[in-house]
């Protein structure tokens, strides 16, 4: 079993580059490149792809589960599975979409055979990583966190999904597309819908006084 361990993420993640030099060519060492090592029986090019992608999968996860025991679990799952098929995988295609497509629908999985529930010591503070919100009046940081949790709860997971992977964690719609599985208009209609509901849901908390 291939034991996972942390690596450091480097920018650029899902088109797969980053400052790992190739000892011959002193470029970055492709996704792709690393996959056929890996089919060739190099254990350490995987290794290589996990130190890439790892630290990303886990917050993308744990922005979807709110457990980082189970975030942990399901990225440890992810890199088995994508492990185990990895002589399916299409190296003209890119590793990193993939790979998240696999965590994404793990969690959405797991999120579905578990009832709803609203964890507030698990709510996550990251710099810049929360979406924007329609209050003029600045609160402190997790009390605003909190309830912008609250609000994504209530939107469905389909839209909540793209929603967290285009506007929480930055990916491009063409990669949420690649991620799903599903066309990029298709990922485009859904984001649209799902920052409506926010925006809806927020405004009536607002007025409610949650």
Not at 67 to 72: I, M, P, Y
Not at 108 to 123: A, G, H
């Amino acid at each position: 079993m291939i034991k996972i361990g942390s690596g450091a993420i480097q920018p650029n993640l899902v088109s797969g580059q980053d400052d790992c030099l190739t000892d011959s060519q002193h470029e970055p060492t492709t996704d792709a490149r690393l996959v056929e090592q890996v089919r060739r029986g190099d254990r350490d090019a995987f290794g290589v792809l996990v130190g890439r992608y790892e630290k990303k999968l886990q917050r993308v996860l744990l922005r979807l589960v709110r457990d980082s025991e189970q975030a942990r679990d399901l990225a440890q799952e992810s890199f088995l599975r994508v492990y185990q098929h990895l002589d399916q995988f299409d190296t003209s295609r890119r590793f990193g979409p993939w790979l998240f497509r696999v965590g994404v629908n793990l969690a959405v999985d797991w999120l579905r055979r578990r009832k709803p529930t609203v964890r507030l010591s698990q709510i996550v503070r990251e710099d810049g990583s929360t979406i924007e919100v329609f209050d003029p009046d600045p609160r402190p940081q997790l009390e605003l966190e909190q309830e912008v949790h609250h609000v994504l709860q209530e939107i469905p997971l389909n839209y909540r999904t793209v929603l967290i992977l285009r506007d929480l964690e930055g990916f491009s719609c063409s990669e949420v597309a690649a991620i799903e599985g599903r066309r990029e208009a298709t990922i485009r209609w859904r984001l649209s819908r799902a920052r409506e509901m926010f925006r809806k849901i927020w405004e009536r908390r607002q007025e409610s006084g949650r």
